[in-house]
């Protein structure tokens, strides 16, 4: 089942009045590994965010993150979804949309989360781990942040 997210974002007219600039089913959909697949609704560069003017940035090429910046993203992650552990330069506010997933850190600890469940993560490894029957959807914003320093030295995103 392919990922069916729509977006729908607002913008001005030339009098300032409120318009939909864009109601649509997103069409960025991609894959990044076997069991995964997400696609970036929004983002931004630069603080404060400028609302002026109308551009997609959706239509350029994304990484993970976007330093000085952030991103909006939904992932889906099937039964048994290939392993991923990473770290990122953000600091990631999650929710669980639909389904249940668990978030194993890079010292065996796991969490269990599901629908409906809150999750911001500060720049820690971790890798999602998908063990149910169902598809699981979780809505993410990646907000641009210095690299994590510990023991001295300075824990680069990775992964």
């Known amino acids: 089942m392919s990922l069916q997210i729509r ?4 913008g001005h007219s030339a009098e300032g009045r409120a318009k939909v600039e864009i109601d649509e089913i997103a069409t960025n959909v991609i894959s990044n590994r076997p069991g995964a697949s997400s696609c970036v609704l929004w983002s931004t560069k630069g603080f404060p ?20 910046g952030t991103v909006f993203r939904v992932v889906s992650y099937q039964p048994g979804v290939s392993p991923r552990n990473h770290r990122t330069d953000s600091i990631d ?40 029957p169902e598809v699981c959807n979780i809505a993410f914003v990646l907000i641009s942040a210095k690299p994590v320093t510990a023991t001295g ?7």
């Not at 249940?100 to 820690?124: C, N, P, S, W, Y």
């Not at 030295?153 to 992964?159: F, S």
């Open 7 to 10: 977006r729908v974002v607002t």
């Open 49 to 68: 965010v400028d609302n002026d003017g109308f551009t997609d940035p959706t239509k350029s090429a994304f990484k993970t993150t976007v330093e000085n």
């Open 93 to 132: 506010c999650a929710v669980v949309m639909s389904g249940e997933i668990d978030m194993e850190l890079d010292d065996g600890v796991m969490v269990h989360l599901k629908a409906g469940d809150l999750l911001v993560q500060r720049g820690t490894i971790h890798n999602w781990v998908n063990h149910g």
């Open 153 to 159: 030295g300075v824990l680069h995103a990775e992964g």
